[in-house]
């Protein structure tokens, strides 16, 4: 199995810091076991789904997957100046 940049960076951002894993995975619902095997890329049975990622961003305060996504399609990801209109907002407009 060939793992790649992406799948390394994802690992990279849940397991940075040892001491908040138990923390996170209690946060996103998960046990401390199913969230580093979801982040481990050499486990072809096992995926992080994208609104656990997007979780993890959020509470990690750690956009990096976002802006390598970004640099995949030659975009470069600017910090908003304003915080964001969630889709609520925006459909009441």
Do not use: C, W
């Not at 996170?24 to 992080?48: M, Q």
């Amino acid at each position: 199995m060939k793992v790649n940049d992406f799948s390394l960076l994802l690992q990279d951002v849940i397991i940075q810091d040892p001491a908040q894993v138990q923390k996170l995975a209690r946060k996103l619902g998960k046990t401390y076991a199913s969230l580093v095997r979801e982040a481990n890329p050499y486990d072809g049975g096992a995926k992080l789904g994208a609104d656990t990622l997007l979780k993890i961003m959020e509470l990690s305060h750690d956009v990096r997957p976002l802006q390598y996504m970004a640099e995949q399609f030659g975009m470069t990801l600017v910090k908003a100046e304003e915080p964001p209109v969630s889709a609520a907002q925006h459909a009441a407009r």
